[in-house]
């Protein structure tokens, strides 16, 4: 007598076929990533967000327009916030071949600014002349306490301590000089003398 339980399941090749066709029976669709585009879902965000401050209307007529000057603005806004913290990026480069330009550590301490600015400009090394005379003249803030220098801070953080117009064209005058192509001539620092002499005075503001 044969006592082994009897195998009920029987298996339906077409009922099995159906199934997988179905959609409805697909449980691992679930466990996969959707294939998202970040640039159109971004597009949809900042589209509603426009036409939530704009309206439909609005934006159905001159929603390009309004996208284009908002990228206008943000790509001002980021030259404008780079200008801010980094000027000389904006500057063109001095010629590395240029010998008569000695570039050394931008310091204020231990320079006999008097005596070097004067072989300086004996030697018409007038480079050399402006960059000595920027150097004192933010040694001669720190010692009135008007600015607290520091080795790593930027003219520009300078330019806002100050807040003088005179110091102000005197700092562009030495960026230029300093990281841009522009001539250091006897003339240019004859002028920043008198821009160096309106700071000491307080100059205008």
């Known amino acids: 007598m044969n006592t082994s339980a009897t ?14 066709a179905d959609p ?10 959707p294939d998202i585009n970040i640039m159109e879902w971004l597009s949809r965000q900042i589209g509603k967000l426009l036409q939530e401050l704009f309206g439909s209307r ?14 206008v603005l943000l790509l001002l ?7 801010k913290r980094r000027p000389s990026l904006f500057l063109r480069s001095y010629s ?28 018409e090394n007038y480079r050399e002349a402006v960059r000595l005379l920027y150097l004192q003249t933010l040694k001669l803030l720190n ?12 003219p520009t953080q300078y330019i806002y301590e100050v807040r003088m117009g005179a110091f102000s064209r005197l700092t562009d005058h030495f960026l230029r000089v300093r990281y841009g192509n522009f001539e250091a ?3 240019l620092f004859r002028s920043m003398c008198a821009l160096q002499s309106e700071v000491k005075k307080g100059g205008d503001t």
């Open 7 to 20: 195998d009920t399941l029987a298996y339906n090749i077409d009922l099995v076929n159906t199934w997988q």
């Open 77 to 83: 806004f980021l030259v404008w916030f780079i200008y």
């Open 24 to 33: 409805s029976y697909y449980y691992n669709r679930g466990l996969l990533t």
């Open 58 to 71: 609005v934006m159905s007529e001159y929603g390009e327009v309004i996208l284009i000057v908002l990228v």
């Open 96 to 123: 590395q071949t240029d010998i008569s330009y000695e570039v050394s550590e931008d310091t204020i301490y231990g320079i006999d600014f008097e005596k070097a600015i004067s072989h300086a400009v004996t030697s």
């Open 185 to 187: 001539t006897e003339m």
């Open 143 to 154: 010692d009135e306490e008007r600015i607290v220098w520091q080795p790593y801070k930027t």
